[in-house]
């Protein structure tokens, strides 16, 4: 027994090193330079995590890259099957038989997380979404995305379905570098589809000045991610964030990144590259909130800036990003904007601008009861 002891206490600080903590109060981090690639700072950037609806950059990747290939168009019609119209919030509510264009799933994704939109898309360029979700891991680990996996094109829960910081930074930088002409999409924050304005959801986007887009995710597993992309006077910078506790959170941590990176706060001297770091994840994804199914295999909230669900032993976490207890509260989009064009930024390099929130759909309205599965929209 006293051996086992030993052995165990051994083994405890191996572990740890390996795999960090499961549930509350770890988050992973990166921000890259995005004309050369360099790694400013990073934290926990290799460790495998839940995308949610980040998985939609890579939907989205693989319908830029259909297009910049001619095999499909902007203005093609794609019919929503019964699956489709089945998936749970976020969504444009479409029935089975209804239409839409490519250029109107790929707004709906950006603007709206559509599930729905997704998977339009993915049955169109891949058959059955199981086919495109195929497709999609091919496709990240030949874009260097060696530690994830797809099993859908929505980013809705999957205990296999896993991702790292690290690799969706260069997701996003990709997605830049490559498709210069469909790039601008992802600074959209409004578009009108049959007659309906439909608002952004992402803040980032809306407000920090400079914002050129990306973004959101949210499930009880992977936490509130964000992917950011920015430019201020003459410097480009991606940031990813994963497992952010709350949604004002994974915004406060991203605009201090950002800041801090625009600002030149970290090494003048960068000593990795982001396509030559280290791609061994550690460890299993953190289930990281206290609400939903704890069983990630079943489906969950996707997407969500303001979940009805209770977020039990929130602990503060000991960040250089966090550094202050206020969340940022009551964020407002600026204005309104047209598509392929965001709100004009302020010139005030503030946290973020006030404002209403985002009209819900009736669907959504009502109370979440707790310990159910809950469906939402970032």
Known sequence: MNTVKSILLILMPVWLLMVPASSYGQHAAI????DNGSVLHEENATHSWYPASLTKVMTLYMAFDALQAGQIHLYDTLRASRHAALQPNSKLGLRQGETLTVQDAILALITRSANDAAVVLAEH???????????????????????????????LPHQWQVTTSRDMAMLAWKTQRNFPDYYPYFATHTFNFKG??????????????????????FTCGSGYNLISSASQNGK??????????????????????????????????????????????????PYQLGCGNAAPTTIGSNDNDTPRVVVKNMHARNSRYLNSSRPVKNI?????????????????NKHLIKTSSVTKSKKSAGKTKPGKTHYHHS
Not at 136 to 150: C, E, N, P, Q, V
Not at 199 to 217: C, D, L, V
Not at 253 to 282: E, H
């Open 31 to 34: 921000i890259i330079d995005a």
């Open 125 to 155: 360029l891949g058959g059955t979404e199981e086919s495109f979700a195929v497709k999609m891991t091919s496709k990240a680990h030949s874009l260097g995305m060696y530690d994830t996996h797809f099993m859908n094109a929505t980013g």
């Open 196 to 217: 309906r304005e439909l608002r952004g959801i992402n803040k980032f986007t809306a407000s920090y000045p400079g914002a050129e887009g990306m973004k959101t995710g």
């Open 236 to 285: 480009h910078l991606i940031g990813v964030i994963l497992g952010g506790m709350t949604s004002p959170e994974r915004y406060q941590l991203m605009i201090n990144m950002m800041n801090d990176g625009f600002a030149n706060r970290f090494n003048p001297y960068p000593v990795k590259n982001i396509s030559t770091m280290t791609t061994s994840s550690a460890g299993i994804p």
């Open 332 to 348: 407002k989009h600026i204005g309104k904007s047209k598509s392929y064009a965001k709100s004009k930024p302020t010139n005030k």
